[in-house]
């Protein structure tokens, strides 16, 4: 290579920023305090809301944390990546993570993969086995499993910390830093579990829905906070004669505290990450992104987990910086969704977006100027039944206005006016005074299901799946 064509590449990779991609699980964006929360604060992860964009609808594909996972990396709805429940990702597959790697960016994933390959297209690695433990953590990397001692949470994030320091002077890079928490069952670190026992959390708004307007779906699925939460979820026994209603009150209280204390540990790893990005003269060029695999039933509804396409389950938070590329303490209402994140990394590399990938680059959107052609609606698609909570398939479609959402194997419809039932509690599929509207979105419904290349392919069996098993045989033994 000549000297000339070495200075241009590294003078390419000088303005090309840095993209620090923080992803946590499972965390609700009505649990951040950016977005309003009631139920706790977040300083820290607040930081990039002053600094940067919040996004208000950011949307996932498919509420549950595998095929979010692998929408993310590839750009592709999950009927189109392989991936439309807990099922291997092939690592054959083209991902951004081996796009950017090629274009010249120091790459790395740490933390929680989920995806039951290992990961390619990174220049290191380390990552959890199946969900991980959330004390005293295995991790492994391509020759070994290690044994940590200390707080999944606070090693995820000093790794990273290291992988930025050990980065190649050179080249950009490019970091997934995925945590465990708050996934379920919401194992706190020991000061933080003290400091939210004793902490009441206000009730949702829809805590005591009774489902009398739904399908049948919303009274079969197992993800009642009454009845569903295990001994291993609350931790300890409830009190002695409690009444059905103080009980469901009691369990709520038990998870919350626990989930709040598990997002607290996750909101001082996102100021520790932009401290060292401060200290390391980093943060001018990078991008840095929070959010969530997808959202999280905080008692809405009586619930607790996600899969449901009601706004607490398909709403992620995204938050992202980026000086002097996005507005400081900018907000926007743009239907971005989870398959867009790989062309925008692409675009703000300035790689091309492939044809393949079926989001789109977002980085107009982030910068306040979405493009006069961008979505207005959005199609979304649920698979894993029977599952762990036996939440019907369904798919649906989202407007600024309405939603739309077919259970076809119940043949069962929902329509909810957002409008004038923000909360979902009504819903009116069978008002006369609505048959326009819904064969309006019934039409759309069909059109992005076309325009999404959806042709059922995994409506009646899904592929294999394996994402939470061991580690496969072979040199990687715990030390």
């Excluded at 290992?118 to 492994?140: E, M, T």
């Excluded at 706190?188 to 009441?200: G, H, M, S, T």
């Excluded at 006069?372 to 894993?384: A, H």
């Amino acid at each position: 290579m000549s000297p000339f064509l070495l200075f241009a590449l590294l003078c390419c990779d000088q303005q090309r920023p840095n993209i620090l991609f923080i992803m946590s699980d499972d965390h609700a964006y009505h649990a951040i305090s950016s977005y309003g929360s009631t139920v706790n604060k977040t300083p820290q992860i607040d930081r990039l809301a002053r600094e940067g964009v919040r996004l208000d609808r950011c949307m996932v594909t498919n509420s549950i944390c595998t095929p979010s996972r692998a929408a993310i990396l590839t750009g592709q709805y999950s009927h189109i990546n392989g991936v439309p429940a807990f099922n291997r990702l092939d690592p054959a597959r083209q991902t951004v993570a081996k796009l950017l790697q090629q274009s010249g960016y120091h790459t790395g994933m740490i933390g929680k993969w989920h995806l039951g390959s290992d990961p390619a297209g990174f220049s290191s690695w380390r990552i959890l086995p199946g969900q991980g433990l959330y004390h005293n953590p295995v991790f492994y990397n391509a020759t070994e499993a290690t044994k940590h001692t200390g707080y999944c949470t606070d090693l995820i994030t000093e790794f990273a910390i290291d992988f930025i320091d050990k980065r190649p002077a050179d080249k950009p890079f490019f970091l997934m830093c995925h945590h465990k928490a708050p996934h379920r069952n919401w194992q706190p670190r020991a000061d933080k579990a003290a400091k939210w026992k004793n902490i009441e959390v206000p009730l949702p708004a829809t805590f005591d829905d009774d489902y009398s307007t739904r399908s049948d779906a919303a009274r079969e699925a197992t993800m009642r906070v009454e009845r569903d939460l295990t001994p291993t979820d609350v931790k300890e026994k409830p009190p002695e004669g409690l009444t059905p209603r103080q009980l469901k009150i009691w369990n709520y209280q038990r998870y919350m505290q626990d989930y709040l204390a598990c997002v607290e540990s996750v909101d001082d790893s996102v100021g520790r990450l932009l401290d060292h990005l401060d200290a390391k003269g980093l943060a001018k060029n990078t991008l840095v992104i929070y959010t969530s695999d997808q959202g999280f039933y905080l008692g809405d509804h009586g619930w607790y987990d996600k899969r449901f396409m009601y706004e607490e389950s398909l709403r992620t938070p995204f938050l992202a910086r980026w000086p002097d590329h996005i507005p400081a303490g900018t907000t926007n209402s743009s239907m971005v969704l989870n398959i867009d994140y790989a062309p925008t990394f692409l675009a703000a590399a300035n790689q091309p977006v492939p044809a393949d990938m079926q989001g789109r680059n977002a980085l107009n959107v982030l910068g306040g100027k979405a493009p006069s052609d961008w979505r207005t609606s959005m199609y979304y698609r649920y698979y894993d039944y029977p599952g762990a909570h036996k939440v019907q398939p369904h798919h649906g479609v989202r407007t600024a206005t309405h939603k739309l959402i077919h259970f076809p194997k119940i043949g069962q419809w929902e329509l909810y006016d957002l409008q004038a039932d923000p909360r979902e509690l009504k819903n009116v599929v069978a008002e006369a005074s609505q048959s326009a509207t819904v064969a309006k979105l019934k039409a759309e419904l069909t059109r992005l299901k076309a325009e999404a290349k959806d042709d059922d392919r995994f409506a009646d069996k899904l592929p294999p799946g394996g994402v939470d098993g061991p580690m496969k045989p072979g040199p990687r033994t715990a030390r």
